[in-house]
Nanobody, 121 residues
Framework: QVQLVESGGGLVQAGGSLRLSCAASGIIFRINAMVWYRQAPGKQRELVASITFGGTTTYADSVEGRFTISRDNAKNTVYLQMNSLKLEDTALYYC???????????????WGQGTQVTVSS
């Protein structure tokens, strides 16, 4: 089995910064795309940022220029540096990873439990 554990969430004032981490563990041959999602109360889950194994990144328009996604393939970890936080960034942030567990194995998606980010005025 593969487990994803997020950390780094918390309470921060508007304009502040947080850095989220998501570490994958278990039997892992390779992690392909790693993605951060978020879900605010009463809203649908939305993709925040993604990064491929090779480091190609994409961002939601709402976070472009403020958030930076990165990864350490040796540690099977993805990060999300969040700067200039706004009230509307308040949400539960989830990590998703597309994992290949062997050289010839199929790929499966795994999810973390989430870490809460609350931005106050």
């Amino acid at each position: 089995q593969v487990q994803l554990v997020e950390s780094g969430g918390g309470l921060v004032q508007a304009g502040g910064s947080l850095r989220l981490s998501c570490a994958a563990s278990g039997i892992i041959f390779r992690i392909n795309a790693m993605v951060w999602y978020r879900q605010a109360p009463g809203k649908q889950r939305e993709l925040v940022a993604s990064i491929t194994f090779g480091g190609t990144t994409t961002y939601a328009d709402s976070v472009e220029g403020r958030f930076t996604i990165s990864r350490d393939n040796a540690k099977n970890t993805v990060y999300l540096q969040m700067n200039s936080l706004k009230l509307e960034d308040t949400a539960l942030y989830y990590c998703n990873a597309n994992v290949q567990r062997s050289a010839s194995g199929i790929r499966n998606d795994y999810w973390g439990q989430g870490t809460q980010v609350t931005v106050s005025s």
